[in-house]
């Protein structure tokens, strides 16, 4: 498997769509409360942006050198691949403004979080169009929009978990925090949703379109089983952490059972993504 640097870059920047996402989301169910929105997201934002940087620099790993992304998009009336290095690079730049913004004006812009929220989901279209105009049979599918949007929801709302609620919990908005891991565990299971509809869509048997009278068609789809059924297994269980910290009390393990939940989640979807790129190799 030699796309590494594509699964770093999707995974990292649909995280990234998801967190910016989530920040939007809580600014908006509070709004009408005094809440420091610029100190409770600073952190987030900073996690974001250097998300954000971490998939431009896996891109350009993919790409090979800088220079051949700014050949490509001279193409973005025809080319999906021109279009999304455009978005991505436009979300990278509206992400890196939210940051810049709250750590030097110490203020939360909702007009900006929208506005980079909706260039992120544009940007998952068009990455998700990249792989469905191809002639790869297993990627050439509606599951490969509904994985890379379930990632995006599924990430982004664990991530948002981990980096707000302990701290709203440290601020004794303890309503606040059980709102939002509601309104989370609501969103996470929505991608779920996606992830499921995708996969009822998609049968293994699409794979011999690919790799038919290859003599490792029965191995790559023997993988591709067991791996589906780890993932969804370890996908079940960060279901259950999350569910038990939005139904349970704030405990001194709090903080680090959102890291465990967000590290569960991260090898689940990144093992979604790793046998997604397996069925094109």
């Known amino acids: ?15 990234a769509i998801g967190g910016i996402f989530m920040l939007w989301i ?14 409770l997201f600073k952190i987030p934002l900073i996690v974001i942006g250097v998300l954000s940087l971490v998939g431009l620099g896996a891109s350009f790993a993919h790409l090979g050198a800088p220079i ?6 001279r193409h973005v009336g025809s080319s999906w691949m021109s279009r999304e290095i455009l978005v991505t690079g436009t979300f990278i730049g509206l992400a890196v403004l939210n940051t810049a913004w709250v750590l030097y004006r110490k203020q939360i812009l909702p007009w900006l979080l929208i506005t980079t929220t909706v260039v992120g ?4 279209y068009c990455m998700a169009a990249i792989y469905t105009k191809s002639l790869i049979g297993p990627w050439n599918s509606i599951n490969t929009f509904m994985s ?14 981990a980096l707000l609620t302990p701290k709203l919990y440290k601020q004794k908005l303890e309503l606040v925090a059980k709102q939002f891991l509601k309104t989370t565990l609501i969103i996470t299971l929505s991608g779920f949703g996606l992830h499921i509809i995708g996969t009822a869509l998609f049968s293994p048997e699409a794979l011999e379109t690919t790799i038919v009278g290859s003599s490792m068609a029965a191995s790559v789809i023997a993988t591709y089983k067991v791996m589906v059924a780890t993932r ?9 952490l999350l569910g038990y910290l939005t139904l349970s009390s704030y405990k001194k393990s709090f903080t680090s059972l959102t890291f465990l939940t967000l590290a569960v989640f991260v090898l689940s979807e990144g093992m979604s993504r790793y ?7």
């Open 121 to 124: 989901f544009v940007d998952v």
């Open 26 to 39: 809580f600014q908006l169910i509070n709004r009408k409360r005094n809440l420091d929105t610029a100190s």
């Open 1 to 15: 498997m030699h796309e590494w640097p594509l699964l770093v870059f999707t995974i990292s920047i649909q995280t």
């Open 68 to 73: 051949n992304a700014l050949n490509t998009i």
């Open 232 to 240: 969804w297994i370890i996908s079940i269980l960060g279901v259950a």
């Open 275 to 281: 046998v997604f790129y397996l069925l094109g190799s």
């Open 148 to 161: 890379f949007y379930g990632t995006t929801l599924i990430l982004g709302a664990v991530l948002a978990v």
